[in-house]
């Protein structure tokens, strides 16, 4: 999951970026409205946490623009304000929950979960191929009837793969997408999780889905649930 937080302050924005990386998001920060904006208007992002109060642009007027672009992304905003009537100004401009400083990191994930799962109905709220199922709101993963442990790192990696089933990703591609896009990422790591998830995922099932093709990446192989029921 990508999360895009809009935060001026660095020492908030640095304990919530760490604690969603190791929940397994994949985050990106701007540090006021108007790269806020630019960043969710140009990027794909599966949830939106924005501060009130930012430079440049406030986060109601961010808000504003993007519902005006008809941008559905699931937004959380963030406040040091408290009283309902700021509350009332930001979901009558949009957005979906309110969180007011200082909160707990337990409420803010529980917060961001719930949203995943009020996401839009367009959004496919199960991925899968064969028998490989994943529900990302929930942090659920099957293969057949059998539920999978997966580490958030894991968890990511697998949906991430999972959402271009079918293509080919490279390991540079998997680890902006899996890591954080400015980590100094060893592209040996890369290789490592996919050894964890195939692991779990493909050698006590007997299947072979993530496929190595040399020089380029990995591939999730789609394989149409109908033909695995008929392989069994």
Same mark, same amino acid.
């Given at each position: 999951?990508?999360?895009?937080?809009?935060?001026?302050?660095?020492?908030?924005?640095?304990?919530?970026?760490?604690?969603?990386?190791?929940?397994?998001?994949?985050?990106?920060?701007?540090?006021?409205?108007?790269?806020?904006?630019?960043?969710?208007?140009?990027?794909?992002?599966?949830?939106?946490?924005?501060?009130?109060?930012?430079?440049?642009?406030?986060?109601?007027?961010?808000?504003? &623009?993007? @519902?005006?672009?008809?941008?559905?992304? /699931?937004?959380?905003?963030?406040?040091?304000?408290?009283?309902?009537?700021?509350?009332?100004?930001?979901?009558?401009?949009?957005? %979906?929950?309110?969180?007011?400083?200082?909160?707990?990191?337990?409420?803010?994930?529980? @917060?961001?979960?719930?949203?995943? &799962?009020?996401?839009?109905?367009? &959004?496919? /709220?199960?991925?899968?191929?064969?028998?490989?199922?994943? %529900?990302?709101?929930?942090?659920?993963?099957? &293969?057949?009837?059998?539920?999978?442990?997966?580490?958030?790192?894991?968890?990511?990696?697998?949906?991430?793969?999972?959402?271009?089933?079918?293509?080919?990703?490279?390991?540079?591609?998997?680890?902006?997408?899996?890591?954080?896009?400015?980590?100094?990422?060893?592209?040996?790591?890369?290789?490592?999780?996919?050894?964890?998830?195939?692991?779990?995922? %493909?050698? /006590?099932?007997?299947?072979? %889905?993530?496929?190595?093709?040399?020089?380029?990446?990995?591939?999730?192989?789609?394989? /149409?649930?109908?033909?695995?029921?008929?392989?069994?």
């Amino acid at each position: 999951m990508r999360v895009l937080l809009v935060e001026d302050d660095s020492a908030i924005a640095d304990a919530v970026l760490r604690g969603l990386d190791a929940e397994g998001f994949v985050t990106e920060r701007a540090a006021d409205g108007i790269t806020g904006l630019w960043m969710a208007q140009e990027s794909e992002f599966d949830l939106l946490i924005l501060d009130i109060m930012l430079p440049g642009l406030s986060g109601y007027e961010v808000c504003r &623009r993007l @519902r005006a672009s008809e941008s559905r992304v /699931p937004i959380l905003m963030l406040t040091a304000k408290d009283g309902e009537y700021d509350e009332a100004d930001a979901l009558d401009l949009g957005a %979906d929950d309110y969180l007011t400083k200082p909160f707990s990191f337990v409420v803010l994930l529980a @917060r961001l979960r719930a949203l995943l &799962r009020r996401a839009p109905a367009s &959004r496919e /709220p199960i991925l899968g191929s064969g028998t490989l199922r994943l %529900d990302p709101s929930r942090a659920r993963c099957w &293969r057949g009837d059998v539920e999978i442990s997966l580490t958030a790192r894991e968890f990511a990696l697998t949906e991430f793969l999972l959402r271009r089933k079918g293509h080919v990703v490279s390991r540079n591609t998997i680890a902006e997408h899996v890591w954080n896009a400015e980590l100094d990422i060893d592209s040996n790591i890369v290789e490592v999780y996919i050894g964890y998830v195939r692991r779990k995922l %493909d050698r /006590p099932f007997g299947t072979n %889905d993530i496929t190595t093709v040399r020089g380029l990446g990995y591939r999730l192989n789609d394989t /149409p649930l109908s033909e695995t029921e008929s392989a069994s």
